[in-house]
């Protein structure tokens, strides 16, 4: 995915047009806005997608939202019934559908504004579309997913749609996810390790805590915390 200009269109087959801008966004967004400019793929992750072409496009959205205690992101609770990442905090999002269009093009914007929809009842009318970041891999899925980013302008109700697919869906102040207290390491089983946050009732690890780690980090808004606090993970994590 190619990093925009202050606004970019892509067009879609049915003549709609559906862009990326960063006109109008609150001046708390532009180090974000810089992040999606100059990130580079190997500083978000080591699990980049397979050069053969090998996983399954999807996208998520990055929502970021100002509640009353300011800027903060929407996540949800997937249910723990799914075959995948079963009960795991995430961010919205899922695998590209053949109407979302080309996966290099806007096919995983269109893909994270309709699973955000289908899974939390977002109004993507309400949601301005401000930068994606570098395609990521998810090993154990199988995933190559883009993480769009999203600037929520017109605040819509949100909440579990199916609950076959969220348990919960749920916003989090970039506060508490900033503050020393609420972060860890998680260690899996496996001896994988990496950053967690304890927020809103909730053990955010995995994928979303990494995209999250590292948007703080290079957005110069993460505070020294104790890398050596260790949550435990089961083998059904």
Request: glycine share 10%; net charge negative; aromatic share 8%.
């Amino acid at each position: 995915m190619t990093h925009v200009s202050d606004t970019d269109h892509m067009s879609d087959t049915d003549g709609e047009r559906l862009g990326l801008s960063t006109e109008g966004l609150p001046g708390w967004l532009d180090p974000v806005i810089r992040v999606t400019r100059t990130v580079e793929p190997l500083q978000l992750s080591r699990f980049l997608p397979p050069e053969d072409g090998a996983g399954r496009q999807s996208a998520v959205l990055v929502l970021f939202g100002e509640g009353d205690r300011g800027p903060e992101l929407l996540l949800m609770e997937r249910a723990g019934s799914l075959r995948s990442h079963a009960g795991q905090p995430s961010f919205p999002g899922g695998a590209l559908d053949p109407q979302d269009g080309d996966p290099k093009a806007d096919g995983p914007l269109r893909a994270a504004l309709r699973e955000a929809e289908e899974e939390t009842g977002l109004d993507p009318a309400g949601v301005q579309l401000f930068g994606v970041l570098p395609r990521l891999y998810i090993p154990v899925s199988g995933f190559v997913v883009t993480p769009v980013l999203g600037w929520w302008h017109s605040r819509s109700p949100v909440g579990v749609v199916d609950p076959n697919e969220t348990a919960r869906v749920f916003t989090v102040p970039v506060a508490d996810l900033t503050d020393p207290a609420n972060r860890a390491t998680a260690v899996h089983p496996s001896g994988h390790q990496g950053p967690a946050f304890l927020v809103e009732s909730s053990l955010v690890w995995g994928f979303t805590a990494g995209v999250i780690d590292r948007l703080l980090h290079y957005a110069g808004w993460e505070r020294p915390w104790d890398r050596e606090k260790q949550v435990p993970l089961d083998w059904r994590s």
